[in-house]
């Protein structure tokens, strides 16, 4: 029991020391209550104290807003004030406008009623005024009525004036000679041809109604084929086009640019001196090489086509004529003049010093023909042609129809065109131009351009063509010993042209014609469609052969003619053989010198190599060239074969010929 009590005395000494630590916690509890507490007083006094301060923001936001609720009313018062008093004032202005335009639509309508009021006045005294014209027009119809009445009337009663007359007469007659038979019978005979005649009349009358029928018929007829007609020149107008063009096709088909070779006469006085052209035909003009013998000693040349020392003017133009055509179709053509000085470049392209008409050089006969075919084509185009002459010296462009320095610009848009119309104005043009040619003295050292512009309208349709034609006398090329300013340009510029034509003639499309001044000038009118002639002289003298040969190599550099220089040997052959054919029969010695050849070994490989590439080429579009050599060597072959014949042929020779048989044999085969 004490035990337990000590246990009870124990735990309740716990229980009250756990009292007592309650009891502790519960006053610290108490004390942290109170700090609480007097926190949250704080906290509560500051928000209160937030509280009213935002009270009192709200209320000064409130009074702030109702001030400006305030001013705003007072704006808008005004606002509505100002917007009544500018009502007021639009509403004024409008009305015043309104008044304005009221007044004007009265003043408007015033003035159409008063133009109505004119207009209707004016078509009332029209109509007044037509009426008295109706009324004077009818009176006047009345009047002519009644003069017409009365004149029949006239008529009338001088007719039946007559018939009682005729009667009374007749009885008289009648009453006197009715008697006799005779009479009886005349008056019934008269009778009877009086009747003829009125049927006759009624006949006509009606043969003429039915001509007026015909008549008109015919004029319906007419109206009708000339529909017909007018399609048909329709149709004509295409026709003419698709002509041109295969015109211009044709021209081109016989080579855009030609080459011919013309050799002047020897000049009175000079007849017994030695000549260089040992050869002419139709295409080919043969040389002789100074200082060669054989072989060497002659050179043959290729031409589209040669014009003999009796060639006349006119026969040179004939080849050239139909390009002129092409000009006034609107293509563009060149006509140069080339040769050593006194060639005879100026007589070909204007004639010798004193002009007739048979000796007009081309020049004028290429402008007359201008003149001529405008002509003919007159009613269906329209025409104009200008020409302007330039002279280029030392690179310089001077205008002869003025006789001053050209301006440098190029293609010289200063120079004179000058409008011609006539023959004549070329004469005189020309003259000036040889005048201020010699008045500049350059001679043969400048090129000398004669340049038609021929500017062409279609009349019916309108369509505008242009053409331009040089004529163009180059200096001349022989070489000179000093290399002064006038040779290094002539020369550059003769090498320049070359050039161009070397680049037009191979179809290149770059073609440089910025080299100097004499290609510059023909650029506009060089070019794809140009069609371009050059003219070749050869001056016949001995002396003269070396610059005919350099003349020759010049104008073989562009010439469309055979380029493969095989062929063109077999070419030059033909020649050599053919002049010495023509020399045989005319019974001179010379010809066997000329087909002793120190080269006979080259020329069979020559036939070799052409053969060789015929070979090559067989199937390609060469074939009308190949067919041409056929024939060539065939003629070659023949030339050699009636050589042969008649001569001792060397052994190599005959075997040449031989050879030359078996050769053609072969291409024929082929
Ligand atoms: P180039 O202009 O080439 O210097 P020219 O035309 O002045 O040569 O000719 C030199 C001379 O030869 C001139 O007297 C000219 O009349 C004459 N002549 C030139 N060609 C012929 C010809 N085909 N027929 C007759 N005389 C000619
Ligand atoms: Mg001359």
Redesign the pocket.
Request: aromatic letters at 4%; glycine letters at 22%; zero cysteines.
């Given at each position: 029991e004490k035990e337990l009590r000590a246990q009870q005395e124990k735990a309740r000494k716990e229980e009250e020391d756990r009292i007592k630590r309650e009891k502790e916690l519960v006053a610290q509890q108490e004390k942290a209550r109170k700090k609480e507490e007097a926190r949250i007083r704080k906290e509560k006094e500051a928000l209160a104290r937030k509280e009213k301060a935002r009270k009192e923001k709200m209320e000064r936001i409130k009074r702030e807003k109702r001030e400006l609720e305030k001013q705003e009313n007072a704006r808008r018062r005004e606002e509505e004030c100002v917007k009544r008093e500018n009502l007021s004032l639009a509403q004024k202005e409008k009305a015043r406008e309104e008044q304005g335009r009221i007044r004007k639509e009265i003043e408007l309508l015033a003035l159409q009623d008063k133009a109505k009021e004119e207009e209707i006045a004016a078509i009332e005294l029209e109509g007044i005024n037509r009426e008295r014209r109706l009324l004077l027009e009818e009176e006047k119809a009345n009047k002519e009525e009644e003069e017409q009445e009365r004149i029949e009337r006239e008529k009338e009663e001088e007719r039946a004036r007559k018939k009682d007359e005729y009667i009374r007469r007749m009885d008289e007659y009648n009453k006197l000679h009715i008697n006799s038979p005779k009479q009886r019978e005349l008056v019934g005979q008269q009778d009877k041809s009086l009747q003829n005649l009125r049927s006759t009349l009624s006949t006509t009358k009606t043969d003429v109604r039915s001509m007026q029928n015909i008549c008109q018929d015919e004029a319906d007829n007419l109206g009708k084929h000339v529909d017909t007609i007018c399609q048909a020149a329709a149709g004509y107008k295409k026709v003419l086009e698709e002509n041109r063009k295969l015109y211009n096709q044709v021209q081109d088909l016989k080579g855009s640019i030609r080459v011919y070779c013309?050799v002047?006469?020897s000049?009175p006085g000079q007849e017994n001196q030695a000549t260089c052209v040992d050869y002419i035909d139709d295409e080919t003009v043969t040389i002789i090489v100074p200082s060669k013998s054989g072989k060497e000693g002659r050179k043959a040349s290729m031409f589209n086509k040669v014009f003999g020392?009796s060639?006349t003017q006119e026969e040179v133009f004939s080849d050239t004529q139909p390009l002129i055509r092409s000009v006034l179709d609107g293509f563009n053509v060149c006509i140069f003049?080339c040769?050593?000085?006194?060639?005879?470049?100026?007589?070909?392209l204007t004639g010798?010093?004193e002009i007739t008409p048979e000796t007009m050089g081309v020049s004028y006969r290429a402008l007359n023909d201008l003149f001529l075919i405008s002509e003919e084509r007159k009613n269906l185009m329209n025409y104009e042609i200008s020409i302007n002459m330039l002279e280029i010296y030392n690179d310089e462009i001077k205008d002869l129809l003025i006789c001053q320095p050209a301006k440098k610009g190029i293609n010289v848009p200063d120079a004179n065109l000058v409008p011609i119309s006539s023959t004549d104005d070329v004469m005189n043009l020309m003259n000036l131009c040889k005048k201020n040619r010699e008045v500049n003295d350059h001679g043969?050292r400048s090129h000398s351009f004669l340049t038609a512009h021929v500017f062409g309208r279609d009349l019916t349709s309108g369509t505008t063509t242009r053409g331009c034609m040089h004529l163009v006398?180059l200096a001349?090329n022989e070489k000179l010993n000093n290399s002064d300013d006038e040779a290094t340009h002539i020369n550059k510029s003769l090498s320049a042209l070359g050039d161009v034509l070397v680049a037009l003639a191979n179809k290149s499309s770059r073609v440089n014609y910025k080299a100097c001044k004499l290609t510059q000038l023909l650029q506009d009118s060089l070019g794809a469609q140009a069609k371009i002639l050059m003219f070749v002289?050869v001056h016949p003298n001995m002396d003269e052969a070396l610059e005919t040969l350099s003349t020759f190599k010049f104008a073989e550099r562009f010439s469309t003619l055979e380029k493969s220089s095989d062929v063109r040997d077999i070419k030059e052959q033909i020649c050599l053989l053919k002049s010495a054919l023509a020399k045989k029969e005319a019974g001179d010695t010379g010809w066997q010198d000329m087909i002793s050849s120190p080269r006979s070994g080259e020329q069979n490989g020559a036939f070799e190599d052409d053969d060789d590439s015929a070979k090559a080429k067989n199937s390609s579009s060469k074939q009308p060239t190949k067919s041409a050599h056929v024939k060539r060597a065939a003629a070659l072959a023949a030339v050699a074969a009636k050589l042969g014949k008649q001569a001792a042929f060397s052994d190599p020779k005959k075997k040449k010929g031989k050879e030359l048989q078996v050769k053609e044999g072969e291409m024929n085969t082929k």
């Open positions: 013309r002047r006469p000049l020392p060639a003049a040769g050593q000085t006194g060639a005879g470049k100026t007589y070909t010798p010093g043969s006398d001349g002289h």
